[in-house]
């Protein structure tokens, strides 16, 4: 099972706060690629489940709403899971994501602290973690940079998320980009953590980093604890598979360390909906991706 863990998905750019559109072309996202649902939907054929991401943040007005996540989602066919997003600053933020968490288009919460400004154990982050706990739903924290012009580098450490892994032992946290620029520090939380986790989204494309990302996970043995995802739309699905199988290409002709195609083919092959517990949300899991090639119509 094929699972993309890290997509998103918006109407116009304008949805991701100001100065988006310059900070996504800095990104790599590139002239006359779209990220709408329709797109999404295409995109997504060669794989049997996705994540799609929401997104909020009131410091710079991004809000990718949730309702128009769950309305793709509720027209996918079971094969597409939706990610909440909350942003802890706003006063009702634990209340919202209770009430978005209890909808059975959502599997989990996404949080970005260092684009919302704040530190990822704020006493108030604490409260809608804690609202995801007591449902069994992962977070998934946005990590991995650059980050838009006002964001807080500080926050987007992986080492940051230590605290939040010992008070919540039995929340499932998801780390984007293996916490990139930060690798090292996000490998040793995958190491001693066992609920935390990391995706590779936004590495796949940048063929040298994704190398210096992965070599040393494989070496601390925690490539069972990466999830594949394609960052959508900076890239494909398909872009993206084929990118952590071309790996192999950046060492030929020299001695430097590999790692093994088997590592490799788990990352892309792990059944992310069990292992993240995900099995019940929208039916994905239950699927098994049968309706993988049948159009959704959306």
Known sequence: MIVDCHTHIWDQIGQLGAGAEAHLRRQGLRQGVSAAPADHNLAQRCVDASLVFAFRCAANGA???????????????????????????????????????????????????AVAGFHPADSRAMRVYQVAAERGK????????????GGRLEYARPS??????????????????????????????LANRPNVWADLAGLLRRPWQAYNALVPAHQFGVTDKLLFASDFPFSTPAEAIEGIYRLAEVTQGTNLPTVPREALRSIVERDA??????????????????????????
Do not use: H
């Open 63 to 113: 809000c990718v709403p949730n309702e128009f996540v769950a309305r793709y989602v509720s027209g996918s066919g079971g094969r597409v899971l939706g990610v909440a997003a909350v942003d802890p600053t706003e006063d009702d933020a634990a209340s919202q994501a209770a009430e978005w968490l209890d909808r059975r288009e959502f599997c989990g919460l996404t949080v970005s602290p």
């Open 138 to 149: 992962p977070v998934f924290f946005c990590q991995g940079g650059p980050w838009p012009i």
């Open 160 to 189: 940051l998320l230590d605290e939040v892994a010992l008070e919540f032992p039995d929340l499932r946290v998801v780390i984007s980009s293996l916490g990139y620029p930060w690798v090292e520090e996000c490998l040793m939380l």
């Open 273 to 298: 909906v069990a292992a993240l517990g995900l099995a019940g949300s929208n039916r994905t899991a239950e699927s098994g991706g049968k309706e993988k090639e049948e159009d959704s119509g959306l």
